[in-house]
Each structure stands twice: as C-alpha cells, then as structure tokens.
C-alpha cells in the first residue's frame, strides 16, 4: 500500500513563473523576427562544431528554466539555419507565419491528440474545416476526403496506398500483394525528369519496390509526353504488369512544371486508372485566377498532396492529402481496437483521423494553418503568391540580361533555376568531343563552388540541382519576406563569386585544354 506521508508534485512552473518565461519567450521571439533579414542565412559551421555544443550529460536533478530558455538565444539561433530570411531560396521550405508561430505554443498547451475525435473534438474539427478550405481555395471539391500529414512524402503515401487499395482486383488489406490469381506486378508511372524522389520512398514502403515506379518520357519543357505514357501503360500490360496509379506533377521540384493534367485525367479515365496530383510545391497556385488554365484538369483528380508549410509559408512541419471520395481513405486505413470506443453508442462521437491514415497519434497541427488562413485570407494569400511569382519573373529577367548567366527554362511559378557561365565560355563553338565534356565538368564544378560560397558567406542560402546531368543553381523563391532587392543582392553576389572563382581555377582547365584560357 502506498503510503500518504508525502506530498505528490507536478513540478509545474507557478502561473507567476510560467508568465514570466511566457513574456521573455515572446520578447526573444520578437527581436528573432525584428532582425529575420539581417541574420546570417546559414551559420556555416561543421557537424562536429554544432554537435560538441550539446555534448552534455543527461541533467540528473532539474535546471534553471530561465537558464534553459537562454540556450535558445546562445545555442540554438547562432546554429540554426534560417528559412524564416527572405534571402533563404533552399529546398523547397515556407518561411513561417507569426500566427503560426503563436499556434503551435497554444496547440501545444492544449495537447490533443487529433487520432480520435473524443480526444480532440476541437483540433478534429479545426483540421476538417482546413482541409475543406484547402480544397476550396484550389478548385477541388470541398466535400472530399483528407487529412494534414508531416508533409509530401506521407500525404504521396497515403495517396499512393489509397490508390492501390481501391483500384487492386483483390483485397489488398488482408492478403497484402500476394494474389491469388494475379502474377503481375503493380506499377506506377511519373514524368522522368521532374518527378519527385518521393515517389520511390513510397514505393519502397509499400514494398512495391523502386522499379514498379516507371519513368514517362518528358517534353523540352519537361512535362509528361502523355502519348509516351500510353505507349509505356500498353507495353507493361502486354508484359503482364498491373498499372495502377499516373503521378501528375503539379509544380515540380526544379523548374515550377505543371504536367498536362486534362491529358493524364482523361488516360486514367479511360484505363481506370489512379489519377494522383502531387502538388506538394504547387497546388495551391490554383488559388490565383490568372492562373486558371495552367491548372485546368486539377479538379479531376482522384486525389492531389498539397504542402501548407511550402507554398502556404505556414512553420514546420504541416502536409495535406485531399481524396475526392472520403470512403476510399476510410477503406484503406479503416482499423478496430477495443480500447477506441465504448461498447455503446453515445452523442459523443465523431470523426476519427486515424480511421483515415496511417498515424494513430497526431498533433495538432491544423491550428497554424487555421490561424494563417484566417489572418492573411484569401486575397491576403494572393498577393504573396504573386510576389513571389514576380520575384522569380524579375530574376529570369536578370538571368536573360547578364552575359555571364544562362537561362534554361522560362519562368512558370516560384522555383526557377539556371546557371552561371563565364561569358567568354558562352561564346566558344566548335569545341570536341573531350573539350565539351570537359568544360561542362569545368561549369558543373564551377556553380556548386558558387552555391557553397554564398551559403558560407550568410547572405542567403540556395542549392544546385541537376536538369539533363548538368548542375544548375536552383532558387526556391516561397518566402512572403523575399523583394526583389533580395534577388538583385544574391544574383550580384553569385556573378561576383563567379568572377573570383573561374579567375582562380580556370589555368588549371587551360593547361590541359588552352582553348579555354581566360580573355583579360
């Protein structure tokens, strides 16, 4: 028997105490977001750097809560990269709304789990009414099905698994992919250059293995060449595969492509077929009127993942899955415990996310986008989107101008890439066979030393990537911070880095191959 000869603690903070550190918190978050667009972008320090500052014991007895609060000025913030800057162009990462900021301290301090409806009645129906919102603000209808995941590669999980559980000849559930009567293997299908690598994960967690995802020829534009997929869908059922699913990229993750969505809906139709729209980049792009017809087909889609901590600037980490129907979620993930519910009915019942998705334990995480959605609106929401798509406009505009840059695509959204060329470089024809291959590895060297200089200077911070196996400076403009005097400022300082770079390594390139000696 326990004895009562002592007094239980919580080891809470006193409402004094908590009030205390609550108006510091507020107060170092305030000076945080006074100087956002002075920060160093980057801190430019080494893994075994940052590592050593928290190589510390576990605390046996507790600390100082003020004290702790200070590490997040002195430890945290100096080692963090900030994607909250408007010069932060990486990935493909929102910058954080304030009223997000605010949301997640008080979803927090409430703690539902958003599982079930009886834990979390509030926070469930704060999460339906976002994804209603979200549909509607992208012409989708409001009446679907879907649930917030951690962000693209869940919500393309979850998408790809309903999609295979409702289109499969058999039931999947209980049998997994072993069929009865079926030899075939399932197969998805996405464009080949700008299909995002999150589909293999997928497939890789659905045991479908890496090579059931087939890869579509794509157009100089690198959209799909939809008579490419049908071409590929009739060759693989001719050789015994099961095609189940078309991937649409809905804003791609190199150059903003918007794939035929009217031409892949149409094929699924016809095949009964899976039509998925990832547009974890770019869907919410729908929202602008201008663009209606870049996103014409949209709305045909059997389901589409948009990412609210992208493109919506809303804070880490918050991804959408949006099902046309609702019961083909249900069907997919439907699960029973004992312990869920009671044995009889009661008027305290409702809907279940985790009857939904994967996740039995989920946060909160519909208040940040609640919040944001209703602080900005729609046309508040707008106006960012489009100064963002001005600011990629303004930089293909630079890109064009300069002699030293080189365009490689036209301006579609917000993410734009492009790459940095010597402009004596630019101007040599007639070159061999080795001196080509030689100097396209001279400038794929040459612009990831530019990204690696900039990023260590601070003043902002964008990555390479690869279109047709050459490096490209790649620029992630979804900051609703970013002007276009931060895009002047960077395109000055990679052309700046440019010139001391080649400067430096071009005699090496030249002894072997003196064609390519600098003009003085």
Sequence with gaps: MASRGHQFSTHDLTPAEFRKLGYQTVDMLTAFYEDVETRPVFPAKSEQAVEALFDEPLPERGQNPETILREWETKILPNATHNTSPRYFGYVMGSGTMMGTLAEALAAAVNMNTGGWKPAPAATEVERTVLSWLAELIGYDPDCGGLLTSGGTMANFVAILTALRNTAEYDTTAGGLQSPTRTGRYTLYMADHEGHSSIFRVADMLNLGRDAVRLVPSHDDLTMDTDALETLLDADIENGDIPFCVIGQVGSINVSAIDPLPDIARICDERGLWFHADGACGAVGAMLPELATKYEGLDRADSITLDPHKWLYVPYECGAILVREPDRLRRSFD?????????????????????????????????????????????????????????????????????????????????????????????????????????????????????????????????????????????????????????????????????????ADRPTLARTYPVFAREE
């Excluded at 301006?411 to 001196?435: C, H, K, M, W």
């Design 335 to 503: 699960m029973e415990a004992p312990y869920l519910h009671g044995t009889l009915p009661t008027a305290y019942e409702g809907h279940d996310f985790y009857q939904h998705g994967p996740q039995m334990s989920r946060g909160f995480r519909a208040l940040k986008v609640w919040m944001s959605l209703k602080h900005y609106g729609v046309q508040g929401y707008r106006d960012l989107l489009r100064q963002n798509i001005e600011c990629a406009h303004h930089l293909d505009t630079l890109v064009r101008r300069e002699p030293d840059l080189a365009a490689i695509q036209e301006p579609n959204l917000y993410i734009y890439s492009f790459r940095y060329v010597p402009t004596d470089l630019g101007t040599i024809e007639s070159l061999t066979a080795e001196q080509q291959d030689a100097l396209d590895t001279y400038l794929d060297t040459l612009n990831q030393k530019i990204t690696d200089a900039i990023q260590e200077s601070g003043l902002a911070f964008f990555g390479t990537s690869a279109i047709h196996g050459r490096t490209v400076l790649r620029f992630s403009i979804c900051s609703h911070r970013t002007t276009l005097t931060d895009i002047e400022d960077v395109v000055r300082a990679i052309q700046n880095a440019g010139v001391a770079l080649d400067r």
